[in-house]
């Protein structure tokens, strides 16, 4: 499967890549968070991972984000362990215990297609982040795409880049991927690994 993945497009987009790179470390029955639901893609993704035993929990405030998430998962036979809440990912704190979440996968940015409007702000994603960080096991990772093409996206990474950068100052192993010699300012891939 991890190959095939691959394969769609060399090289991968941030969000494959992700993908690919979780893979590797989810397991059966393990528990796991999408906070920032959107279409859903990433949502089957981590419920395909982690099993028929494994619960997802996926978080979104847009009430738009959450149906199409839904659908997406219904649609791929997970709907049993999958949890929505329409609710900023700020929250996250309130729905797991520390240091029992395998993996958490942040994708910034807006729903495409949805109001732009309603868009991840820095403020509010690295509240999500420091609780996301709380919330990972030893050995577990942490994943989020960037984007700086849009209104106040710029800031965002910027903001995201430098708090990851501080994760790795604390014991966790950090990296950075993208495109290089894009036209637009490409999305990129941070990934940290905890243990
Ligand atoms: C790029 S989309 C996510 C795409 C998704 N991962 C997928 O696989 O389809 C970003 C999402 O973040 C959501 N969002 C914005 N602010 C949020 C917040 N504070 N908490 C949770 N989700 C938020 C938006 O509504 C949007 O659906």
Redesign the pocket.
Known sequence: MTAGMLKATMPPRP?TLAQVLLSERIEKGDRVI??????????VFLADAVGQAGRVLA????SA?IAS?EERVKNAGFSDRVEFFQ????TLAEHAEPGTISAV?F??????G?DHG????SS?TIV?LDAAAGLIRDGGVLSIVCYSGHPGGDDEAGAVEKWMTLLASRGWRVAKYGALGTKRPAPFLLIAAKG
């Open positions: 969000t999408d906070a920032t639901a959107g279409n859903g893609y990433d949502t978080f979104d405030v847009q984000a998430a609710k900023s990912h700020t996968m994708n910034l940015g807006y729903l495409p949805e309603v868009v991840t702000k509010e999500a």
